[in-house]
């Protein structure tokens, strides 16, 4: 049982959450800053001094209300944003005794509602317009949802069998319950927004020629990448995404005793977690210095406290082995001093040297796998207006991690939410430039 990195109470757990009590008193804590800087460092834009100030006037409902208002996926983003650097990270509390804890006061009244039964939302009503938006990942949720409480018919296309993008595909359920996710999906279905999953889309031209008025697009980063040099042949090398996946639906491969994990961000440490328990040893090795592991620093810690083994400035050159891989092959680097505009370069400190396994993940990134047919940048994220979000096509408009090359669902809900602001006022006529 994982408990709070920096715990505000004895004991408080993951798994258990505040007491009403507990939440007060944290509540209490909050200095309600004028400028609110965790609120400025919500990429969701959650009002975080405004539903702790419900907090600390008991109205609970409130708070609810208005975190689902500014991020429909409140209650699974209290589960896995990383907190530390985003609401909390400017906390003035901090200068005090600790930053608030807002991910916990969050996922207090997010649970709560859960428990105790959904405020159910009001009827939106119709403006007879139509839109589509192609993917039910944190992002075309945040945009689907928004686009219905301002009247738009909106139905979402996914490829997969499921609603809820990485959240539902690959996050364990020892970090987000799923039952948290299928709640938030409920109330979006409330909303009026339809789905229709197992419908993989094309050009987004395609449906505005059956009729949508505005497309938007969230298809996030499917597909691994730089993976392909790395020991595909072998049975025991996995894809980590489609290990995660695996894992999630029941089908989690056999990782022997020890399991290597190659990468450095949130994909490789969920791997790792989840090879590490299944029970076996797990190395972490990834090519850069801790200090420049894209991995958020919550989630490294959570990994560390499981067990998980970190090896810096490895270079992993192969995977060795006859018809099993038996273990890879590593050389220590050392990175030289950047030159700009070059790609940075490295020297070889000493002989190569085998660690031995009998699992390997490979998590070294994602990236697009759909193509739509949208001009992209030169490393395949789709290229938007950065003010009005239009894609290179008229009236399609695209959001999430397609666009940023990956960030926190939190983001990607916030950049939805945008959009549909975006289409909203596309919609009405006022084309965006
Ligand atoms: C292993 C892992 C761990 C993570 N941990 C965290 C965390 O702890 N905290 C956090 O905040 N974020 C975390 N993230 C990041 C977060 O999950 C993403 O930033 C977020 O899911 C991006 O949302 P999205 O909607 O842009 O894309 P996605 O979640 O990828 O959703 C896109 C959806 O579009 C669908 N799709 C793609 N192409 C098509 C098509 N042509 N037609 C129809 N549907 C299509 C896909 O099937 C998918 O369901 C993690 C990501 C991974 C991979």
Redesign the pocket.
């Known amino acids: 049982m994982k408990v709070w990195s920096n715990p505000p109470f004895e004991g408080v757990t993951l798994e258990e959450g505040y007491t009403i009590q507990q939440a007060m008193i944290e509540a209490s804590r909050c200095l309600m800053c004028a400028d609110a800087p965790c609120s400025c460092d919500c990429p969701a834009g959650v009002d975080a001094r405004g539903f702790i100030r419900k907090i600390r006037f008991e109205n609970f409902d409130g708070a609810v209300k208005l975190l689902k208002s500014d991020n429909i996926l409140s209650g699974s983003?209290a589960y896995?944003?990383?907190a530390g650097s985003q609401c909390a990270k400017g906390c003035t509390a901090a200068g005090l005794t600790r930053p608030i804890d807002i991910a916990a006061l969050q996922r207090f009244v997010t649970d709560r509602e859960r428990l105790q039964g959904m405020i159910e939302p009001a009827p939106p009503v119709r403006n007879g317009k139509n839109v589509a938006v192609?993917?039910?990942?944190?992002?075309?949720l945040g945009c689907a949802a928004e686009l219905a409480v301002r009247g738009y018919i909106v139905r979402v296309?996914?490829?997969?069998p499921e609603i809820g993008?990485?959240?539902r595909?690959?996050?364990p359920s020892f970090?987000l319950p799923p039952a948290v996710l299928d709640f938030e999906i409920e109330f979006i279905k409330k909303l009026g927004v339809e789905f229709s999953c197992l419908?993989?889309?094309g050009r987004p031209e395609e449906l505005l020629s059956k009729g949508y008025d505005a497309v938007f697009v969230?298809?996030?980063?499917?597909k691994p990448v730089g993976s392909d040099l790395i020991g595909s042949r072998f049975k025991q090398v996995h894809q980590a995404?489609d290990f995660?996946t695996a894992s999630k639906q029941g089908r989690m491969p056999d990782v022997g005793k020890r399991t290597v994990v190659i990468g450095g961000g949130?994909?490789a440490i969920?791997a790792a977690r989840v090879a590490r328990r299944a029970g076996a040893e797990c190395f972490m090795l990834y090519r850069r210095t801790q200090r420049e592991m894209p991995a958020y620093k919550e989630?490294v810690d959570a990994a560390w406290n499981d067990g998980v083994e970190f090896y810096f400035r490895v270079m992993v050159r192969s995977v060795v082995g006859q018809e099993k891989a038996t273990g890879v092959r590593c050389a220590r680097i050392k990175w030289n001093e950047p030159v700009p505009g070059t790609e940075r370069s490295y020297v070889v400190e000493g002989p190569e040297f085998v660690i031995p396994c009998d699992t390997v993940i490979v998590a070294t990134g994602?990236g697009p796998?759909?193509d739509?047919g949208l001009r992209t940048t030169s490393d395949g994220k789709i290229a938007v207006h950065k003010e009005t979000m239009m894609a290179s096509a008229q009236g399609v408009f695209a959001g999430?991690?397609?666009v940023t090359g990956?960030?926190?669902?939190?983001?990607?809900v916030g950049m939805g939410k945008k959009a549909a602001v975006k289409i909203d006022v596309y919609l009405k006529g006022s084309p965006p430039l």
Do not use: H, K
């Open positions: 983003c896995i944003c990383p192609v993917g039910a990942g944190p992002a075309g296309f996914e490829e997969g993008g990485m959240l595909r690959v996050i970090r419908n993989a889309m969230g298809c996030g980063l499917q995404l995660l949130d994909t969920d989630e994602q796998s759909s739509l999430g991690d397609c990956g960030g926190t669902a939190a983001w990607a």
